[in-house]
């Protein structure tokens, strides 16, 4: 399916993917700043944002929206591909399938690994809530925190909720699709063999436990050419932990790189 995105600047596009449970705005500030250099596309995945839902949810099925979406966009020569979490696997599995479409791939803090969960207290808490009897907002969020505890989560989390056509309220991610085919999120890549040879750039939350040195080596089995920051005082939002470090790392990379 094309994917819902929004872009703007100019210069070699950069496609930035956001993470599970996100959606293209997460990345809004640090795309404007990318932008000066580059033409930047913000991407909806699939069941996310305002992009089309499918009952169907893997990496080689995203990465074939991806594409779509690329050639929808005259990108045919490639593009640097970038992404966050679920967003960076989405960007592994393009790189490895279609390597000529990747001129450069940055993974924000996500290995090529199967892990072993995570969110399944923060997909709990979203279904819980009843948004049949929702009159404000602040209902929500407070349902949230009561489960969650962590006013940071909850507050992305609350980025997805809008209004309904009714009045009421809706979630802009298909939960209950994401929720099922989590399994597959957790995921590794799918590999076929073929390494992505290319110019990559890995980044890693120094307080996350997501890139951990058990877990470096199948980075650079897959992307041998692979370059690997860890930022400290960061956790997992990288981007929004420490953003003028990371934009300085990609800055510096894509200067040698591209």
Known sequence: MQLHLRSFGSGEPLIILHGMLGMLDNWQTFGKEMSKDHLVYLIDLRNHGKSGDSAEMNYPAMAEDLKETMEAQWLYEGAIVMGHSMGGKVAMQLALDYPDLVKALVVIDIAPITYPGGHELILGALQQVD????????????????SLKNPTIVNFLMKNLSRSKDGGYQWKMNLDVIKENYQHLLAAPTFHGDLYDGPSLFVAGKQSDYITPENQEEIFRWFPEARLEIIEDSGHWVHADQPKILLKILQDFLAKSV
């Open 131 to 146: 948004l049949t009897r929702i009159k404000s907002r602040q209902e929500v969020s407070d349902q949230l925190m009561e």
